[in-house]
């Protein structure tokens, strides 16, 4: 959002194998990753950072109902993260398991339910836009590229049967802003 936006930020990223030396430390203020540093003040959570840097910098939608359908949105990708984290952490490799086995009895299952419900919103957005919510780039929106991004790691044919999906990501992946982001940012697979 911050590149998107043209709001310059510090993008620090650790690795893996040092968490446990920072986990403890500032500015990892509830013990976990990642989080949001501004003026001093620190900002824990995914969630609550994706709705505070969307709220700041126009990514949540042009009416209280834009707004409340954007939310519902990340919620629903919220749950579904929760629901693939069996094949999440396999793949990984935060733990053991049969990443081919949790494929399909976990992970492609839970895709078609949520692909289905975003597929869905795109196509009945009056606006037409191949946005989720509205005529314009929202952060529902980035979670699902991002989504797309990471999962296309272990799952290569990831949006196979799912156009819409499929038109959503490469609509976003063209956006200059994007582009160059995702062209210059470092390599991070989570």
Same mark, same amino acid.
Request: with cysteine; aromatic share 14%; proline share 5%.
């Given at each position: 959002?911050?590149?998107?936006?043209?709001?310059?930020?510090?993008? /620090?990223?650790?690795?893996?194998?040092? %968490?446990?030396?920072?986990?403890?430390?500032?500015?990892?203020?509830?013990?976990?990753?990642?989080?949001?540093?501004?003026?001093?003040?620190?900002?824990?959570?995914?969630?609550?950072?994706?709705?505070?840097?969307?709220?700041?910098?126009?990514?949540?939608?042009?009416?209280?109902?834009?707004?409340?359908?954007?939310?519902?949105?990340?919620?629903?990708?919220?749950?579904?993260?929760?629901?693939?984290?069996?094949?999440?952490?396999?793949?990984?490799?935060? %733990?053991?398991?049969?990443?081919?086995?949790?494929?399909?009895?976990?992970?492609?299952?839970? /895709?078609?339910?949520?692909?289905?419900?975003?597929?869905?919103?795109?196509?009945?957005?009056?606006?037409?836009?191949?946005?989720?919510?509205?005529?314009?780039?929202?952060?529902?929106?980035?979670?699902?590229?991002?989504?797309? $991004?990471?999962? /296309?790691? %272990?799952?290569?044919?990831?949006?196979?049967? %799912?156009?819409?999906?499929?038109?959503?990501?490469?609509? $976003?992946?063209?956006?200059?802003?994007?582009?160059?982001? $995702?062209?210059?940012?470092?390599?991070?697979?989570?």
């Amino acid at each position: 959002m911050f590149a998107l936006a043209n709001v310059p930020y510090i993008d /620090r990223r650790f690795a893996f194998e040092d %968490w446990p030396k920072l986990k403890g430390s500032h500015p990892f203020i509830f013990g976990q990753s990642p989080v949001l540093e501004v003026d001093g003040k620190v900002l824990a959570e995914s969630n609550t950072i994706n709705r505070f840097v969307a709220n700041r910098y126009g990514f949540t939608g042009n009416s209280e109902w834009e707004r409340a359908q954007v939310d519902s949105l990340a919620d629903l990708h919220h749950t579904y993260f929760n629901r693939v984290r069996p094949f999440y952490g396999v793949a990984c490799k935060y %733990w053991e398991g049969d990443q081919q086995a949790l494929l399909h009895s976990n992970f492609l299952p839970e /895709r078609d339910h949520f692909f289905g419900i975003l597929t869905k919103f795109i196509e009945d957005n009056e606006t037409k836009s191949g946005f989720l919510v509205g005529d314009s780039v929202m952060y529902a929106d980035l979670l699902l590229l991002s989504h797309v $991004l990471i999962f /296309r790691n %272990w799952v290569p044919e990831l949006t196979d049967g %799912w156009p819409r999906i499929a038109e959503h990501t490469d609509k $976003l992946k063209s956006m200059p802003k994007m582009a160059e982001y $995702l062209a210059n940012r470092p390599h991070s697979i989570q």
